[in-house]
């Protein structure tokens, strides 16, 4: 990880096309600005997080679904 230090109004870049600027900083929080193409997908890491857990457990969620239909099925046949 690069540690770097910034003071409000100035920026670093990111390859190429992709500025990051401080555009406000207060006692326990820091505000910042992206400047990327449409293309460069950016979300905080939180809903990143959140969205990989929703995606695995819709990926999942059919598996048990079928599971539990065959348990049914299986139990009305008896």
Known sequence: ML???RKVGEELRIGENIR????E?????????IDAPPDV???????FDTEKFNIQAA???????LISM??????SDT
Request: charged share 30%; glycine share 6%; proline share 3%.
């Open 25 to 33: 900083t207060n006692k326990d929080r820091v505000k910042i600005g």
């Open 20 to 23: 990051v600027t401080v555009v």
């Open 70 to 75: 065959i348990k049914k099925q299986q139990g």
């Open 59 to 65: 990926v999942h969620k059919p598996a048990a679904d």
């Open 3 to 5: 540690v770097i230090t």
């Open 41 to 47: 997908r950016i979300i905080r890491s939180e809903l």
